[in-house]
């Protein structure tokens, strides 16, 4: 079956320590987005790639960093610079003109 | 700025009871609006899109229709697994990119 995984579920972080968010996809989509969700507001966009090799800085990019080697990962770091990590972070993924596909999110929570 | 606003924020309704919910939005140059369901600790789950004003969508109890200025998302006849928060988002070409802008949700009981 083709679709977005994203893990882990749920994930840790201690205050100062950078965490990895993987995310891949098989559907063969060119551009791959991160978003954060926060409890009683919309998706915002931290980071998005069209293409293999590049990548933007969306709405809210400050304390996180991505990377895109290879057209079926987009994986998210979540630095030690990012001061309100706690939330949900979904991943999507866009062919051409279709709809984005979401993964099932990861769900992180600084102790 | 590409801006969307959902109302309400929740909607609570009886089993049966008919409504709707409203997207409002301002961008420049619709390339697509898209409504979600999300489920509590979910995903998005990908509703219907709509591209130019006049059109309308349907899937079971849901029909989905665009303005220039807004989309309605009627529910007709509700049941309880209807319960979800809804999405809207639009795309615009703005930079260049397929970025989407996500509205805040509405977040819908249905109660039985």
């Known amino acids: 079956d083709g679709g977005i995984t994203q893990s882990p579920k749920y994930l840790f972080r201690k205050e100062g320590q950078n965490v990895t968010l993987s995310c891949e996809q098989n559907?063969?989509?060119?551009?791959m987005y991160w978003y954060r969700q926060d409890p009683g507001q919309g998706l915002r966009l931290i980071y998005y790639s069209q293409i293999v090799n590049d990548f933007q800085k969306g709405d809210i990019a400050e304390g996180y960093s991505v990377s895109r080697e290879k057209k079926e990962s987009f994986p998210l770091t979540v630095t030690s610079a990012q001061k309100n990590p706690t939330a949900f972070y979904l991943c999507?993924?866009?062919?051409?003109?279709?709809?984005?596909?979401f993964g099932q999110g990861t769900r992180l929570t600084v102790v | 700025e590409d801006q969307v606003t959902q109302s309400p924020e929740a909607l609570r309704l009886q089993e049966g009871e008919s409504s709707s919910l409203n997207c409002s939005y301002t961008?420049?140059?619709?390339?697509?609006l898209f409504w979600y369901r999300q489920d509590p600790g979910k995903g998005p789950e990908f509703l219907f899109t709509l591209y130019s004003a006049g059109e309308e969508k349907e899937k079971e109890r849901l029909k989905a229709t665009l303005t220039k200025k807004e989309s309605f998302l009627h529910i007709t006849a509700p049941k309880p697994e209807d319960s979800a928060t809804y999405l809207c988002?639009?795309?615009?070409?703005?930079?260049?990119?397929?970025?989407?802008?996500f509205g805040q949700g509405t977040r819908l009981t249905i109660n039985p």
């Open positions: 961008v420049s140059g619709l390339r697509g």
């Open positions: 999507a993924s866009t062919g051409l003109n279709t709809e984005a596909f």
């Open positions: 988002a639009v795309q615009s070409p703005r930079g260049g990119a397929q970025k989407l802008v």
């Open positions: 559907l063969n989509h060119d551009a």
